[in-house]
């Protein structure tokens, strides 16, 4: 396997998964066994296709999935905790009385999105192994 290729398709659709598992109402296909995970497992592997020829074997593709989904993991975790933070924020600017109340509510956000990383880095790179391994035999070139 080409190093290169492997994490520029890792990293693409990782951050491309991350991105849309993070989004406010797009997220909710994660409710369906971590349905973005899985497409991003089997773009991964569309990717690392397009920039080397040859066929990937099964196991290579569930490593490229593996790897998206420790990416889309750190990514996805991330940019919740931002977005839920800028909630949070957006509340206290509309009802500066409660600014005591935000405080605990970023200090909750920052602890969710802590357990939220440990959680999607044990779940993520498993669901993105089998989106590899599914996307490598949809993937084959004749």
């Known amino acids: 396997m080409n190093t290169k290729s492997f994490w520029v398709a890792a990293l693409i659709a990782g951050g491309a998964t991350g991105l ?73 600017a509309i009802d500066p009385q409660s600014m005591p109340d935000i405080a605990e509510g970023l200090l909750g956000a920052g602890i969710g999105g802590v357990i939220g990383l440990v959680i999607n880095l044990v779940i993520y790179p498993i669901f993105g192994l089998f989106g590899g391994m599914i996307g490598t035999e949809i993937f084959k070139s004749s």
């Open 20 to 92: 849309l598992s993070s989004l406010p109402i797009i997220s909710i296909l994660n409710c369906l066994l971590c349905a973005w995970v899985w497409i991003g497992g089997g773009f991964a592997v569309w990717l690392y296709n397009r920039r080397e020829p040859q066929n990937l074997a099964t196991g290579q593709g569930a490593v490229i999935g593996l790897a998206m989904g420790a990416v889309a993991a750190i990514i996805s975790s991330v940019l919740g905790v931002l977005i839920g933070g800028a909630f949070i924020g957006a509340m206290g």
